[in-house]
């Protein structure tokens, strides 16, 4: 509808607060619910985590069957089919919402929304070990990556509140493209250089160097903040260091051949962090800092520093391999490569 799109809130930064990208998540959804009312949804038995629920929405129940608001309880493949089943009988625009970690309970039902061109809206919270002292059996680690592997899917992670809004912007206009979005518990800094434009081309660059970097850290969601320090450091340390955010693999590989080679050249030493499995991260990266094993209980930041994830971890494994490859010769180009067109 006219309008839905501009009333997706941008962040100011020094006016408005730093809040998780659940809570932007929110606002995303209190902004689109009164100018869509085919803007139906819900979540499973987790509302108040998930942040789902519209300002004066109305449940739909036997006496309210207006109500747009769907209390699905504890059951997210039922939740995931009965949305699948609303957008397949027409004139809805449905969206639900679950823990990431429980992504697994619904893959099936979110697959076929996948295969049958359905832009369903996911609604995943909870997104990585940084939720803190619900520890491993709720910190997803493997999850990130079974999402980016369903054909026809976009799988957003984002920053921050303007890269949050860039999601559902994306989301909204994909009408035959799903988009699960992954935002986090605890609360996150706002990027200085992000804007909904940037963030809507899947990746960019979020900080720059005067000249050529001698490094790259790529990554996502809390990730980028971290990354962003360990670049402050390192440029101290005479280590030009580029920052990318990249919110959405799927939709900056359709991004064209010149603008992805501008964000990522390639032939620059490069190092990707993302508190998730490693896989997939090769054909951006040189190296990874990823996940490898189920999390730990306890303080978000504590545990985001037990494995690795903290600004000087980041800065002391992009020193090594911009020395790595000053030994060894200059970092293999990854762009160098044919890329042929699947069937």
């Not at 957008?87 to 295969?115: D, H, N």
Request: glycine residues 8%; proline residues 7%.
């Amino acid at each position: 509808p006219e309008g839905v799109i501009e009333a997706l809130p941008t962040f100011v930064i020094g006016q408005d607060k730093d809040m998780a990208t659940r809570k932007f998540s929110e606002k995303c959804i209190n902004a689109i619910a009164p100018l869509m009312p085919e803007f139906v949804g819900g979540s499973a038995d987790l509302t108040p985590s998930n942040n789902t629920r519209p300002k004066d929405a109305i449940d739909f129940q036997k006496d309210t069957p207006h109500g747009r608001y769907i209390r699905f309880g504890v059951r997210e493949h039922g939740m995931v089919a009965v949305s699948v089943g609303l957008f397949a009988y027409g004139g809805m625009r449905p969206y639900c919402a679950t823990f990431l970690t429980f992504f697994g309970y619904c893959a099936g039902a979110i697959r076929v929304s996948a295969l049958s061109k359905m832009g369903l809206i996911y609604v995943f919270t909870h997104d990585s070990i940084g939720l803190g002292e619900d520890g491993p059996t709720h910190q997803p680690i493997e999850t990130l990556e079974s999402l980016r592997c369903l054909p026809n899917l976009h799988t957003w992670r984002p920053a921050d509140s303007n890269e949050m809004s860039a999601a559902y912007k994306s989301a909204l206009q994909h009408v035959h493209t799903p988009s699960a979005i992954c935002c986090s518990r605890s609360d996150l800094k706002a990027l200085f250089g992000s804007s909904i434009e940037k963030a809507g081309h899947g990746a960019y660059i979020v900080l720059d160097t005067a000249d050529a970097p001698d490094l790259i850290l790529v990554s996502t969601g809390s990730e980028v903040s971290f990354c962003i320090s360990a670049a402050e450091d390192l440029t101290k340390q005479g280590i030009s260091t580029r920052v990318v955010s990249m919110p959405c693999q799927e939709v900056f590989l359709e991004q064209s051949e010149e603008y992805q080679a501008e964000v990522l050249p390639g032939d620059i030493p490069t190092l990707s962090v993302e508190a998730s499995s490693v896989n997939g991260w090769h054909r951006f990266s040189h190296a990874q800092i990823a996940m490898g094993r189920y999390g730990a209980s306890g303080p978000g930041d504590k545990v985001f520093e037990y494995f690795g994830f903290s600004p000087q971890n980041i800065a002391a494994k992009g020193k090594a391999l911009v020395e790595f490859y000053q030994t060894k010769g200059p970092a293999p180009p990854l762009r160098h490569r044919p890329i042929f067109e699947f069937a």
